[in-house]
């Protein structure tokens, strides 16, 4: 299999973005091919692997070609990849696939979403559009209440507290507050996230990511074309993917996402390193209580004691055993659905390089990103080091 | 007769060789629906407490196209028999189902002033009037659309509450071995609760956009029975609906939502003594 490396990484400030899709991509895809150390066009790369859920419709259809015809690689082999939240890390993993296998030598990987264009019913719709709709949905639940029945079920099992969960959002507010990519950069006191409006009981307003717009962008190379774009390559170590049932009631446990653990496994085992090699994780924090279970079955703590490392505050930058979403995660950072996987590796690769500015986590070697997709119907792990060793 | 009992969500009055309910649900001294109740949760209701009572399976019940095939769904036991000796009777706001030979007054039937929930007059009338703006053709949702084709072909595990071999349930096209599912037993209307939650109005899903205001939010939850799967199911309409883990409920039909002009029913749950 052939080694691949990250070589270059940018993406747009989440949040009310100005522009149209096809001007975030661009903005995306500027920005990361300006971060490659070598000379690289966007039209000699081989492949495009895009995520979108293509909220709102939209370009729905070839939007791949569409989008990168309008970001210099008009021709490139180009698909659009759709596995709701975790698209892009699926673009992710089948871009790094391409490589591993011999396919390709430089692939771009991506995601793009905008939300924010479209009137509060359209959006409710397409928010709503990647759960189980015959069964979940017409019982009422959107994801708000898909993750406040595992958050009680959590609290029920393991006597998790909802207190734990504002640790959870206070962090990652306070985390943002060094992202200028962040959507939310804003300081949230702990009494403040305590009080916030109840959404879907026990969730509050502060339990929950905002609406955000955003792209981001990866170039990956294989380890020859790495080695001559940059001197500080990110080596992706490992990558897991899994599935899971798409209701959360076909499901044996609320309180642990299967998908997780075996993407996760699969990525550990890959890679040859652990949980406990981690520097920092970027995980999937669509809601805290999507943290708090993602701490579990990533292997930072133990099952049960997600509370419990929320409390302790092992998650924060450079305090803490791991730093978990140093950028903010999707709860302050944003979460343009199709964008975050790709996004996380944005970030990875901005820590690995050491290049991360006032939020960076000091002597970062290993970092992991963690994109799920929906309530965890799917789930994609990688697992990135600064050496491959 | 005054109907003393809750059951199910409904008021109750059980006779040797039949049954009595009715909405539980006034407006002042006057019985209406409930938010989610109409004349065929009315029937079900009935027939449903008939058949617990162990009195038979077939019953003469006089039901026009639209209530036909919701009836026929929720009650797979039913067999309708024009000359069967329990017949349906309608009355306003409640059924029954007694012997052919019974001498029913309907008018004579009371709810116990100790069970009626007491609506108010505007929030009666606003609920209603949302199912009328919802039921029009011109209300198009802006929900995950489930087409109507798609809707009435999981009638059956919906209503009746049909697994299929396994158990397995909601339905699905294959095994794991790639066979197709066999048809399975009927799932218990009792089931205990795994987890649940209340949404805000605002974070309700876009079908339930008109009433959901009206309704406080909605609450929904994960049951699982005995038998196996696991289910989720929102409350029933306008009962407290504060529920604990491990808490026993009942499934009842009731209305859902309305798409395309026509009426969903499902289950939803509610306390077995309520």
Redesign the interface.
């Known amino acids: 299999m052939v080694d691949v490396a990250m070589v270059g990484a940018g993406q747009t400030p989440y949040g009310n973005h100005p522009g149209a899709l096809k001007d975030m991509w661009a903005e995306a895809v500027r920005s990361c091919f300006s971060s490659i150390d070598g000379d690289l066009a966007p039209s000699s790369v081989d492949e495009v692997f895009l995520g979108s859920t293509a909220f709102g419709g939209g370009q729905l259809g070839n939007t791949a070609a569409y989008l990168a015809e309008h970001a210099g690689m008009a021709g490139v082999p180009a698909r659009r990849i759709e596995n709701a939240c975790a698209s892009s890390g699926f673009a992710l993993r089948d871009g790094w696939a391409a490589i591993a296998s011999g396919r390709a030598d430089v692939v771009v990987v991506g995601g793009v979403e905008k939300m924010n264009d479209l009137t509060p ?2 959006k ?2 397409w928010l ?2 990647s ?1 189980d ?10 994801f ?2 898909t993750y ?3 958050a ?2 959590h609290m ?1 099992e393991h006597g998790s507290t909802h207190d734990d969960l504002v640790h959870i959002s206070v962090k990652n507010h306070a985390h943002a507050l060094e992202n200028p990519h962040a959507h939310l950069r804003k300081d949230v006191s702990f009494e403040k996230a305590a009080g916030g ?7 509050t307003l502060y339990d929950c990511c905002p609406t955000s717009d955003g792209a981001a962008c990866v170039v990956l190379a294989s380890a020859d074309v790495a080695r001559r774009l940059t001197d500080t390559p990110v080596w992706m170590r490992g990558s897991g993917a899994a599935a899971d049932h798409l ?4 499901r044996p446990s ?1 309180t642990t996402l299967a998908a997780t653990r075996s993407a996760a496994s699969q990525a550990y085992t890959q890679s040859g390193l652990s949980a406990t090699d981690l520097d920092l994780a970027e995980v999937h924090d669509c809601f805290t209580v999507a943290e708090l279970l993602a701490t579990e079955d990533l292997g930072l703590t133990p099952t049960g004691h997600g509370g419990r490392f929320a409390r302790d505050g092992e998650g924060r930058r450079n305090e803490g055993r791991t730093t978990v979403n140093g950028s903010g995660g999707l709860k302050a950072k944003g979460h343009p659905l199709g964008a975050t996987g790709a996004g996380q590796a944005v970030e990875v690769f901005k820590q690995l390089r050491g290049e991360a500015g006032p939020r960076q986590v000091r002597d970062a070697e290993v970092g992991l990103t963690h994109n799920v997709g929906g309530s965890g119907a799917t789930c994609a792990v990688h697992v990135f080091g600064r050496s491959l060793e | 007769m005054i109907l003393a009992a809750g059951e199910f969500g409904v008021a109750v009055h059980h006779l040797d060789d039949g049954v009595v309910v009715a909405s539980r649900f006034h407006v002042d001294e006057r019985r209406v629906f409930g938010p989610d109740e109409d004349v065929v949760t009315m029937i079900i209701d009935a027939l449903e407490a008939w058949h617990r009572k162990g009195h038979g399976t077939s019953v003469a019940v006089p039901l026009n196209d639209h209530e036909l095939p919701v009836v026929q769904a929720s009650l797979p036991w039913l067999q309708i028999g024009d000359d069967a000796d329990a017949v349906l009777h309608r009355m306003k706001h409640g059924a029954a189902v007694l012997p052919r030979n019974h001498d029913f007054d309907a008018h004579a039937v009371s709810v116990d002033p100790n069970l009626r929930i007491v609506m108010d007059l505007d929030d009666h009338t606003a609920i209603h009037a949302a199912w009328d703006r919802e039921l029009k053709e011109t209300n198009v949702s ?5 087409s109507g084709q ?2 009435d072909l ?1 009638m059956e595990a919906r209503l009746g509450m049909r697994a299929q071999a396994g158990p397995m349930w ?1 339905p699905r096209g294959a095994t794991s071995d790639g066979s197709a599912p066999t048809q399975g037993p009927l799932l218990t209307t009792t089931a205990r609760v ?7 109005a605002a ?7 008109i009433r959901a205001p009206f309704l406080g939010g ?5 049951l699982a029975f005995d038998q196996g799967p ?5 409350h029933v309409d306008g009962f407290p609906s504060q529920v604990t ?1 491990d808490d026993t409920m009942a499934l009842v039909v009731r209305r ?2 309305a798409q395309d002009g026509v009426l ?1 029913y ?1 289950r939803k749950a509610v306390s077995p003594s309520a």
């Open positions: 019913e359209r409710r719709f709503g559009v759960g709709t015959e069964w979940e949905r017409l019982a009422g639940l959107t708000p209440g406040a029945l595992m009680r079920r029920h409006t109840v959404i879907a009981d026990p969730l209701a959360l009631h076909d609320l | 802006q929900g995950a659309y489930v798609v809707h999981g909601p795994v987890s649940w939650t209340k949404l805000i974070g309700c899903p876009s079908e339930f956009a909605l609450t929904s939850m994960i696991s289910g989720v199911f929102l883990i859902v939502y969903r499902g």
